[in-house]
């Protein structure tokens, strides 16, 4: 069972990982009136996603497993589409609180609370950037 908690949690990190990469490249390619809004978004994005992959390497190291160093294989797509960003981006959160979601139910068999409580932070945190992404694109 550890090695499936400790797989999902490296799962978890790519994903982190790949959306650092994302949101950074995005945040410097948004052209137009929309980088008011979208680039700042994008950074704050980029810092959301250094903090949950800190929290989620802690807990990996916690558990005794070892942390992967690379990020998720899915290509991140370059686009000068503000509109095609917010769907990749919506995509990826997407992806992101399905994994948490994953984690918190292998998480939840260990009983460990202080671990529990941290990933549903993190989860409902993915929850909360699949509404914003879905409420720009509308």
Do not use: W
């Not at 799962?11 to 390619?29: D, K, T, W």
């Amino acid at each position: 069972m550890m090695d499936t908690i400790l797989a999902k949690m490296n799962q978890a990190l790519g994903f982190e990982l790949r959306a650092i990469n994302m949101y950074a490249h995005y945040a410097a390619n948004v052209k137009g009136i929309h980088r008011m809004q979208l680039a700042p978004l994008f950074e704050q994005e980029v810092a959301e996603s250094i903090a949950h992959a800190n929290l989620v390497r802690a807990a990996i190291v916690k558990l005794g497993g070892i942390c992967v160093t690379e990020r998720d294989p899915l290509p991140i797509v370059h686009t000068n589409s503000y509109l095609e960003m917010l769907e990749c981006s919506l995509s990826t959160e997407m992806g992101a609180s399905q994994v948490y979601r994953e984690v918190l139910d292998l998480v939840e068999k260990l009983g460990d609370r202080e671990l529990y409580d941290s990933f549903e932070s993190i989860y409902f945190s993915e929850l909360r950037s699949v509404e914003e992404m879905r409420m720009l694109i509308d």
